[in-house]
């Protein structure tokens, strides 16, 4: 059975494992960036390699990310949706270099007015 706990970044990503660890958990889910911001973030080589490391070193099994809370894949709003899908698709590349199994993501509402 895997245990997990969304987990604090803060001062890189690296940082999430020993963090997931000392509370006990084997799987973990992280923001790969501020959540509430659009402003994408290019994660380092040197950086994915420290959140492999300490990956391996925690012994974690499972680990997620949780995208934007901006994102909004369902809206009729061209621009929040190209917007979106941007962001929805720098999330999963983040997600894929750090070698992440899985993305949370919420699709969003239709803000047309329609279901």
């Given at each position: 059975?895997?245990?997990?706990?969304?987990?604090?970044?803060?001062?890189g990503v690296?940082?999430?494992?020993?963090?997931?660890?000392?509370?006990?958990?084997?799987a973990a889910?992280?923001?790969?960036?501020?959540?509430?911001r659009w402003?994408?973030?290019?994660?380092?080589?040197?950086?994915?390699?420290?959140?492999?490391?300490?990956?391996?070193?925690?012994?974690?099994?499972?680990?997620?990310?949780?995208?934007?809370?901006?994102?909004?894949?369902?809206?009729?709003?061209?621009?929040?949706?190209?917007?979106?899908?941007?962001?929805?698709?720098?999330?999963?590349?983040?997600?894929?270099?750090?070698?992440?199994?899985?993305?949370?993501?919420?699709?969003?509402?239709?803000?047309?007015?329609?279901?």
């Amino acid at each position: 059975m895997l245990l997990g706990a969304h987990v604090s970044t803060a001062g890189g990503v690296r940082n999430a494992p020993p963090r997931a660890r000392q509370i006990g958990a084997s799987a973990a889910q992280i923001f790969t960036k501020q959540p509430n911001r659009w402003a994408e973030v290019v994660i380092g080589d040197a950086e994915v390699e420290a959140f492999r490391a300490a990956v391996d070193e925690h012994e974690l099994r499972y680990l997620c990310a949780h995208d934007s809370y901006l994102i909004n894949l369902a809206t009729a709003d061209p621009i929040l949706r190209d917007r979106s899908f941007a962001s929805f698709r720098s999330e999963l590349a983040r997600a894929n270099r750090l070698q992440l199994q899985a993305v949370v993501t919420h699709p969003g509402n239709a803000t047309d007015g329609n279901p």
